[in-house]
Nanobody
């Protein structure tokens, strides 16, 4: 099994940037598709971005153009760079890993999850 640990969250002002990290242990992250989801208080967990084991990426509309997802297989880590942060980006961010043949946007496409990292954006 792979274990995932998120880091990089924090309290920032609107317009600032954060880079979230999803570090894997136990197995190479290169074997998995990896996605970021987020959950705001009182709301369901929603898809943010994903990257296939081959490097293909997809981001949800609300973050497209100001965020990028990337992977560093040598360091067993996937990153989510978020720029021009908005108060509505405030949430707990989770990374998930899955080994399906396609890169999905549903939580059900990912079998392994980290504990999350809090991102708070003040206006």
């Amino acid at each position: 099994q792979v274990q995932l640990t998120e880091s990089g969250g924090g309290l920032v002002q609107a317009g600032e940037s954060l880079r979230l990290s999803c570090a894997a242990s136990g197995r190479p992250i290169s074997m998995y598709n990896v996605a970021w989801f987020r959950q705001a208080p009182g709301k369901e967990r929603t898809f943010v971005a994903c990257i296939s084991w081959g490097g293909g990426t997809y981001l949800t509309t609300s973050v497209k153009g100001r965020s990028t997802i990337s992977r560093d297989n040598a360091n067993n880590t996937v990153y989510l760079q978020m720029n021009s942060l908005k108060p509505e980006d405030t949430a707990v961010y989770y990374c998930g890993a899955g080994a399906t043949s396609y890169v999905g946007t549903s939580e059900h496409d990912y079998n392994y999850w980290g504990q999350g990292t809090q991102v708070t954006v003040s206006s």
